[in-house]
């Protein structure tokens, strides 16, 4: 006879069972989070967990990365954003709990802009994209004011990398890193072009160069010079 067994109840018995034993904590990390909680069944198909729209950006935010959180003084004046390599961030997946209470001290937050490689398995790109829409629910659910952060890497992508943000409302999107070639400047140009046809944003928050020939007249936009161009810049003027 077979029996449907729920995750939250087993992850239950393994909580139990982590009272006890390392072996435990180990055994509890196989639910990739749903242990702690789990967001939307059958709502689109992928089950990809649906942000909130945030549409109350009034002006523009200071931003700081995550990999400077810990140590950031007077976080209430901050945003946080995630346009860093991955590696700085992985941990936040790991043990998503720790950072609430760092996130809620801050104004908003972005959701992690887990790279999804044009050369990475098509089943490994849409995890990504999952992680990140987990990540953002959850810091949701804890009160926190969060925004999604776009990404995609060719148009295979376009099918699901759109799933779980809500229409009309703010977003976030970096061209860090995409000016490197013709090919890449592309599929940022086309996977943008596509953003704003599907989820029709209010508020775009544009981190570093925008590219030409991005049509910006259909949304507001608030420009972020990414902190790396900016380096770039002040070593290319001599100051």
């Known amino acids: 006879m077979s029996k449907c ?40 198909k992928y089950d990809i967990p649906e942000l909130a729209p945030v549409s109350d950006i009034d002006g523009m935010i200071e931003f700081v990365s995550f990999n400077r959180l810990k140590t950031l003084r007077q976080r209430s004046r901050y945003g946080v954003h995630f346009f860093i390599d991955d590696y700085q961030f992985d941990r936040l997946w790991q043990r998503p709990e720790v950072y609430l209470q760092m996130f809620q001290e801050c ?35 804890a009160g926190i004011r969060t925004i999604p952060t776009l990404g995609w ?14 229409n009309n409302g703010t977003v976030a999107v970096s061209s860090v890193g995409v000016m490197n070639s013709a090919q890449t400047k592309d599929f940022f140009k086309k996977g943008f072009g596509r953003a704003i046809e599907v989820l029709t944003p209010s508020t775009v928050l544009f981190f570093g160069k925008i590219p030409e020939g991005i049509k910006v007249g259909r949304f507001k936009i608030l420009h972020y010079p990414h902190e790396f161009d900016v380096k770039f810049k002040t070593l290319r003027d001599g100051r």
């Open 107 to 141: 104004k908003c937050v972005l959701t992690p802009d887990f790279s999804l490689y044009t050369d990475a398995p098509y089943s490994m790109q849409l995890w990504k994209h999952y992680q990140k829409q987990w990540l953002g629910c959850y810091m949701q659910s």
């Open 5 to 44: 067994i729920k995750i939250s109840d087993f992850a239950r018995d393994e909580r139990n069972f982590n009272m006890h034993t390392e072996v435990g904590k180990k055994r509890n990390e196989r639910f990739e989070n749903l242990e702690k909680k789990s967001f939307g069944k059958n709502i689109n």
């Open 153 to 166: 890497s060719d148009e295979r992508s376009f099918e699901f990398c759109f799933e779980g943000i809500p």
